[in-house]
T-cell receptor
């Protein structure tokens, strides 16, 4: 199956700093990518939908100025957590679909963010 | 909100078939049933999907009732590596995936 990678796989940062997480589709072009967040023992929560070349669509309750999403190419989307705080510590997962109306959505391995 | 209801947890003996139920009584005609699983600290993995017919692939079988209000995912010979949270998702093919709480499947040696 298709492969989605994330970088870094884990990161520790200090409170108040910003962190960028990359999501890449390795063997297909992804017109749409999604970003999820998962807290311990909870399910994945959709944060935003990212379309190449356009502004991301954020889910209700997700601060767009805090979680900056850029989908600059068909194989790369980035999530920047700005002015991170300990409550932003979470597991961030991206996913990608190869084209409109595709049945399969491929998920990355996730990025563990810890803010100290 | 998730459109499905799943038991929070299930146990299955290694080597036996694991049958995971899912209720989706409000499913509409153009919505598919998808199953994903998430092994601890990894991204979700696609398993199978179906519309109204039963489906089988190398990982599992999906049985959908005739009224489409429920379905069952079958792992024919469960192994310890199948221990994971299994998510049943109902959506139109163009829709984003919204995860419910899933079923935590424990495979017992």
């Amino acid at each position: 199956g298709a492969v989605v990678s994330q970088h870094p796989s884990w990161v520790i940062c200090k409170s108040g700093t910003s962190v960028k997480i990359e999501c890449r589709s390795l063997d297909f072009q992804a017109t749409t990518m999604f970003w999820y967040r998962q807290f311990p023992k909870q399910s994945l929560m959709l944060m935003a939908t990212s379309n190449e070349g356009s502004k991301a669509t954020y889910e209700q309750g997700v601060e767009k100025d805090k979680f900056l999403i850029n989908h600059a190419s068909l194989t790369l989307s980035t999530l920047t957590v700005t002015s991170a705080h300990p409550e932003d510590s979470s597991f961030y997962i991206c996913s990608a679909i190869p084209g409109p109306s595709s049945h399969e959505q491929y998920f990355g391995p996730g990025t563990r963010l810890t803010v100290t | 909100d998730a459109k499905t209801t799943q038991p929070p947890s299930m146990d299955c003996a290694e080597g036996r078939a694991a049958n995971l139920p899912c209720n989706h009584s409000t499913i509409s005609g153009n919505e598919y049933v998808y199953w994903y699983r998430q092994i601890h600290s990894q991204g979700p993995q696609y398993i199978i999907h179906g519309l109204k017919n039963n489906e089988t692939n190398e990982m599992a079988s999906l049985i959908i009732t005739e009224d489409r209000k429920s379905s069952t995912l079958i792992l024919p010979h469960a192994t310890l590596r199948d221990t994971a949270v299994y998510y049943c998702i109902v959506r139109d093919r163009d829709d984003k995936i919204i995860f419910g709480k899933g079923t935590r499947l424990h495979i017992l040696p």
